[in-house]
């Protein structure tokens, strides 16, 4: 057992699987910047589904389509398998070797686990709308013993996790996981999109939970759309397509920093 655990650690801890991994983030990247996109072409009047999902089809449209998503599904399934042996086995540096910081790697080892499986979904021709597969998921949750608890659990949960990363944002803590550069304007361009990006992505957090909640607090599984329909949610506000543009800009700032972050991750 001592010597698989050894292998397994050996494993997680090598070079080539760190960046392998650390592609998985220029690739969650990407898809940030085309949900931004999207987003922002919602915001001009113009089509698009502004979520994962979306961002995914529109990789399997080019022409080298396949390649592309088998490139990122290998890249974000080697950063699941990373922080899961974070979160397992630790880090190299002791002093990383907090509850919280192995938590957070669990949390991103699901997400890009999920990530992942989205991808693969697209390769093997079963990619589906999120907009629709989250009712699905909402409907049968209701339709469970205590289905509306757990729903608003799972909202107020989302809206929390979209506070912190505001948060992340507005102190600049997500700095600290980054080799800064020495020079001034590439230093401020990290910092910048950091800025942006996490607060962004924190107010689209807010609204996806929101809508899981109204959904589960009106019984209406209709109303959980995802990020997708929390976007055109936005846009219906007064004001609301100035917001939703302003909140793409952001989703594109996030997605350039998770970009950064995938060549100057400290670790």
Known sequence: MKKAADVAEDASNSRALE???????????????????????????????????????????????????????????????????????????????????????????????????????????????????????????LKAPFGIVLLIAIGAGIMITGVVFAVRGFMRTFEKDLALSFKEPVRKFQSGVG?????AKGIALLLVGLLVIIAAVSAQPAQSTGLDGSLRALSEQPYGLYLLAAVAVGLIAYGLFLMVKAKTLRT
């Open 19 to 141: 960046l392998v991994a650390r592609a998985g983030y220029a690739v969650s990247g990407l898809l940030h910047i085309l949900i931004g996109v999207i987003a922002f072409q919602l915001a001009l009047g113009r089509g698009g589904e502004a979520d994962v999902s979306g961002a995914v089809a529109q990789l399997a449209a080019q022409p080298v389509g396949p390649i592309l998503l088998w490139a990122c599904f290998c890249a974000c399934a080697a950063l699941a398998l990373w922080q899961l042996g974070n979160a397992i086995l630790g880090y190299r540096k002791e002093s990383d070797n907090k509850l919280s910081k192995r938590l957070s790697a669990v949390a991103q080892a699901i997400v890009f686990a999920g990530l992942a499986a989205t991808i693969l979904s697209f390769i093997q021709g079963k990619g589906q709308n999120s907009r629709e597969s989250a009712s699905d998921v909402t409907v049968a949750l």
């Open 195 to 199: 800025i942006v990006g996490y607060i």
